[in-house]
């Protein structure tokens, strides 16, 4: 590890893999937006995170190769905002999911796309649920097996928010369950803020039971509160929950709620708006 007086994180996590921890630690960001530089000749680089210039300068010159593409998981600020000035600064074209917001990429990058230096080559998976327009990138040609790099999809240390009307929670499940029926299954998960989590079958199915589990628990809230609404809900489930992540605990609920709706299991006369009152369906 190395650091300085910009607190800049450097690590190597696997062969040929690299991880720079921006100094943004945050409730939501944990110890910080986790960048990974991918290769030893020419590189690629997965989520310069914020529009920070220490933490880019850690990214261009730290030891090995040229910064050859620059790719990013998903529109949210904290992964994607430094996007655009790495490319800048390297000269390399900037690639992601479709413009979403502020992010603009030079390329788009689908389902089955490949992205590959010498001796690395990412595979593109789809993962909406976290945002509608988030992509995993996995790497196969490790010995100890695919190592998925998972944006928001999934935390180290932590569960990650599903916040409505962006995230949904429907295409969320989904995608947990993609994931752990992926074959060659992922073995590791390098995710955007946290840890590195070297069981990934067990954290993948860790996630789909809390999610579950929090389902079953906003529903039994409905059932004993009804009528109510995603914040007083959230207050009931969440009673210790901070200040700071209130707003994205009723967001969540509100996700759940959605979810719920399209099942038949919750109804409100106002779904797409987080003030709206529900029912059980």
Known sequence: MTTGESDVRTEPIAPGVLRVTAANPSAMTLRGTNSYIIGT???????PGPL??????GIVDRPGGAVRYVVVTHHH?????GARRLAELTGAPLLGPRPTGDFAPDA?????????????RLSVLATPGHSSDHLCYVLDDL???????????VLGGSSTVIAAPGGDMTEYLATLRRLIARR??????APGHGQLLTDAPAALEGYLAHRLSRESQVLAALSAHE????????????????????????????AHLRKLATEGRARSDEPDDVGGVWRVG
């Open 41 to 47: 000749t020419d590189v690629i680089v997965i989520d």
């Open 52 to 57: 920070d210039e220490d933490h880019l300068a």
């Open 77 to 81: 600020e904290d992964h994607a905002s």
């Open 108 to 120: 788009v990058l689908n389902e089955g796309d490949e992205v590959a230096v010498p001796g690395a």
């Open 143 to 153: 010995e100890t097996g695919p190592l998925l790099f998972s944006g928001d999809t």
């Open 184 to 189: 060659p299954a992922i073995a590791t998960i």
């Open 227 to 254: 009528p109510s609404d995603p914040a007083s809900l959230a207050r009931s489930i969440y009673p210790d929950i901070g200040e700071g992540l209130a707003r994205a605990s009723t967001l969540q609920v509100w």
